[in-house]
């Protein structure tokens, strides 16, 4: 493994199909040996920033560097260092469990099948079942280790979890997890279920209007921000630093605000804000709002 | 083995709340002195949760004198840990928290509206500890 500190960065990055971008101008970076979470409503860009990261697509604009490489130039080197789970895990449906892994160690340099089989041992999932034949939780699972038995350094999922129920969606985490901690990869997944992200991710990249809106350390995100609740008003309210977000009743006005000090004036309190709260915010503002200091400016069409 | 949970839901950023329980189960003598911490990777994969946050965790409970990281063996309550408090403070602290919500209830407040007093107030004191 090299020894950079980002896995992932992207430069101007952008994607247009006929007419319509898809993403546009995105520059960010997902740091080495962490786990990223992509956040963003259906139809934000998020398949095509992972598709576009994997090599499964090229880009229109700018430029991707996986690994310090190019995923575009589809050397085996680079994509065996990559894994990726797409959306609904795809199987092939009439391959045995055990067909499945064979398919893997056949198309991939390195494939730990030892690894791949204990894992589903413990599981409990036989190998002779055909996969069409499995639980949808079941062929997560399978798909999971099929992945990580690339044993690749950087891991991307697709909506790994949309499909599962409650149990199905915790015993993906469990494992997910258990491989983050056993094996140091990078791990980059899109999701649009926020409150379970804050346990499994550590760094945080928000899609609107396909365009990064947010990216960051979730730790200083949350504290970067903070709720204000005071007497109505609707002038001045950048004092209290970046407003992100503005509510306002007959008598009061809430405020989200980035980077700010507290408020000078009397009955305002301040309070922190949580990551789910603080992700919605960014997803409510509309199309066009000026972007997040972390991003780049935009520039015009 | 110490078990941690993870509520989602509760606000609390995760790795606080492991260090939360782990401080209450040291104030509470579920764990005692000597006691091993479950391994990071063991945590991760029961709760599923991040391993940098079980880090994370981890290390401020050792930063606060709690417990001790030692290589290749884990992490271990200590022997005196500094976040106790003696049974003498903690009864006199209660004490005084339960004259407190005598006199609030009299004046009228609901459990609610007790809940959001404290929270202010707590809010209050972080940001003048901080200012």
Redesign the interface.
Known sequence: MTATEYALRTDGLGKRYRRTWALRDCSLSVPT???TALVGPNGAGKSTFLRLAVGLLAPTTGSVEVLGESPATNTPQVLSRIGFLAQDHPLYKHFTVAELLRLGRSCNLRFDQGLAERRLAQLEIPLDRKAGALSGGQQAQVALALALAKRPDLLVLDEPMASLDPVAR?EF??????A???DGMTVLFSSHVV??L?????HLIVLNHSRVTLAGDI?SL?DEHRLLVGPRTTADLDRAGTVVEATHSERHTTLLVRDGG?PAAPGW????V?LEDLVLAYLRRPAGTEVAPTARTEVPA | MFVFR?D??S?V???LQLVHQVRQAVLLGFLKPGDRLPL??EV??????????VAKAYRQLEQEGLVTGRPGQGTFVNETPAATISPATYTSLQRGLEAWLGRARAAGLDEQALNALF??AL??AK?ENI?
């Open positions: 040996g962490r786990v915790l985490l469990q494992a997910l997890m258990g983050v901690a056993a409150p379970e804050e346990r499994v991710c550590d730790d949350v507290l309190q301040s309070s922190p949580g | 993870i989602s839901r606000g950023p995760p790795y990071i990777r991760s994969e029961a709760v599923a949760i991040n391993p940098n946050t929270t202010a809010n209050q940001n200012a």
